[in-house]
């Protein structure tokens, strides 16, 4: 039996989200969200059957081409002209799992009332999510002001029966499946094409999904460095609780308390130390892991607000017989949070990669580069160098999107955001910071057998022996790669057994 999300003016949480995506739920509209769009609908309706005074992007053409009045009669094709010239994406496609948070946003914002699209066509957006039609869109294009005009373009063609679509996992001309399910393309009309393409729902959907990502790959953080610590032979005492409560940043009490109980009942961790100090890769992990769990809160909370927000432009307000042109689709906010969420993560990486270095350094009884034989085997020499490549990369990919802006549509659009860009570069920051913790769980795994027979605390024994069954111990070298790979997938089948607790509800 399917479970349902009820789509109404209950505020949407990243916990709700992760819900949605995790257990394959399908949606509804509430009655209350259906009477919304309806009186909105019927209100425009009204409004333009009487009133022929120009309404921006309604019965004008758009950006530069405002002062272009439109007949009546043409008012659908407008939409339609819109939707089709304004699907100019390219690039790699975007994944079918952000595509889907994309429709789901789309739907949200649509619901509230204040878009003036039919009933029919939210309804639509649905039909392709409950029914898992996902349109194909593409990564570049958007400027993240005036909407992510290109991508969301391409994700309402099929609802024309235009563009390509992703059904049961194959690529498909989107004609084809509505005949297949029997679903008219939707006729649009006044100010609908407007209503899909305005909006953030692309930078979103990449925002939110990195986020639900790195609440996860924060925890995994954590775990991996717990582990090294102790195959470093590393102290417990820069995790001692008194020591973050006096600097009072949440992030950093609840990493060093997280690495007490990790590594609670190690045996490793309780031996006596020779030296007296660790690095900072190990000493400061509250400091650094802790910063970065602030900062992805912090972008949790702008893209809750905006989750539930209206982004569309011109906005109606039925009750008040008040349409405004604004620039709620201003990407802004998102862009900056989204630049600040890429450096959160990629210092993550970097410390990662450094404790990685510690490790095959040939220090506090390991061998170098961690093979009983070194000089005959390289052993686990480059995985570094890779990691280090990745690490640069990351370094690369945050510089601020959120800083530039090119003039388009003959100066009417003089001021964009770039939050797609941001968007899509964190993604990839967030992909690759997950193959660098891999690499960095590859190391310490091999790093700990050689502090046998004594044993790590119960937690990482029973996380290493899961660890096992995919990646053996390296005694001579092989071809590493195949090594990585597996540990990258490792670590994506773990993230999806974390707890839930890990996802706020805001």
Known sequence: MDNFHLINNEKL????????????????????????????????????????????????????????????????????????????GTGEEVPTEVVKLMLLLKIQSLSYGHSGVQLVTVQRLIDFFNEGVFPVVYQLGSLGASGDLAPLAHMSLPLLGKGEVYYKGEKRPAGEVLKEKNWEPVLLQSKEGLALLNGTQFMSAFGIYTVLKLFRLSDMADIIGALSLDAFDGRIEPFYEGLHTLRHHLGQIQTAARFREILDGSEIIRQHKEHVQDPYSFRCIPQVHGATKDAINHVASVFSEEMNAVTDNPTIFPDEDVIVSGGNFHGQPLALALDYLAIAAAEIGNISERRTYQLIGGKRGLPSFLVANPGLNSGFMIPQYTAASIVSQNKQLCTPASVDSIVSSQGQEDHVSMGANAATKVYRVMMNLRRILAIELFNAAQALEFRRPLKTSPYLEEFLEKYRKLVPFVEHDKIMHDEIEKSIAFLQEVEYALPEALIPGI
């Open 13 to 88: 949480t990243f916990k709700t989200v992760f819900n949605i995506m995790k257990n394959g739920e399908k949606l509804t509209l509430s009655e209350e969200a259906q009477q919304q769009i309806v009186k909105c609908r019927d209100y425009l309706d009204k409004r333009m059957a009487t009133d022929d005074s120009p309404i921006y992007g309604i019965n004008t053409g758009f950006g530069a081409l405002y002062n272009k009045s439109i007949s009546f009669e043409d008012l659908g094709k407008l939409q339609e002209n819109l939707v089709m010239s304004h699907a100019s």
